[in-house]
């Protein structure tokens, strides 16, 4: 789940929301052998600790390690590492997963090492959601996104937001069912979440801070209390042949 400018694991750790555990299961489900998982630009380990009760070994790999030192303790084995190549040998792994971070990566490349490190029979996963919606508010949270933030994100973020449409290997698919990320949230919880956005990072680097007069707004119109927050969840998934 890391990315290039942003290196504020425990900010990440704290506000971005978790995986619901029906993905997890789905996940172990497709897989013939749950001995070794690796979560693949892991961040700080949440779909990592989320593959824990169903997988005998989980390993998380990512480029930072920052993100990765913010990692609460857990079953999980960390590991600094790039996409490619992947420090395993041939055959050995039942499931790779990337939860927001295959966008980062040389897709040909890492597909090649994905398919050198799964089994015949595994499952090589990518995992995203796109931008939320919040109960009541519109398109408040869109528009920031799409208008206010549009000149500072990556070309990149598209692919993300829209579920790696271009994404394709030449493996049988798996269709996940469509299912949605839920969480009820203080507008407090909200601008946590905002300020994690790289496209943020970008904008303070240029002298701009944009999250600070949309937060009053946003305070504003969200009030006291916790409203529900939906963001939809894709995944995007095959068994190596």
């Given at each position: 789940m890391s990315e290039p400018l942003f290196q504020r694991g425990s900010s990440y750790q704290l506000h971005r929301p978790d995986y619901p555990d029906s993905l997890f299961a789905w996940l172990a489900k497709q897989c013939p052998q749950r001995e070794h998982a690796l979560d693949m630009g892991c961040g700080t380990g949440q779909a990592s600790r989320g593959l824990e009760p169903w997988f005998q070994h989980v390993l998380g790999a990512d480029l930072s390690l920052k993100q990765l030192q913010s990692a609460p303790p857990s079953r999980t084995q960390y590991?600094?590492?790039?996409?490619?190549?992947?420090?395993?040998a041939n055959d050995c792994l039942d499931l790779i997963?990337?939860?927001?971070?295959?966008?980062?990566?040389?897709?040909?490349?890492?597909?090649?090492?994905?398919?050198?490190?799964?089994?015949?029979?595994?499952?090589?996963?990518?995992?995203?959601?796109?931008v939320c919606e919040v109960e009541g508010l519109g398109s408040l949270i869109q528009d920031f996104h799409d208008k206010t933030l549009g000149p500072w994100w990556p070309a990149e973020r598209d692919q993300v937001v829209a579920g790696?449409?271009?994404?394709?290997?030449?493996?049988?698919?798996?269709?996940?069912?469509?299912?949605?990320?839920?969480?009820q949230w203080s507008a407090r919880e909200m601008l946590g979440y905002?300020?994690?956005w790289s496209a943020l990072v970008q904008a303070r680097q240029a002298g701009k801070d944009p999250l600070t007069p949309f937060?009053?707004?946003?305070?504003?119109a969200w009030g006291p209390g916790k409203r529900l927050v939906r963001w939809p969840l894709r995944v995007k998934a095959w068994h190596k042949p």
């Open positions: 590991l600094a590492s790039r996409a490619s190549p992947l420090p395993f997963s990337v939860a927001q971070a295959f966008h980062w990566f040389d897709a040909d490349a890492f597909f090649a090492e994905a398919g050198r490190c799964l089994r015949k029979g595994g499952l090589l996963a990518l995992i995203s959601y796109g790696y449409p271009e994404a394709h290997l030449d493996w049988q698919d798996c269709a996940f069912p469509a299912s949605d990320i839920e969480r905002l300020d994690t937060g009053i707004a946003l305070s504003t």
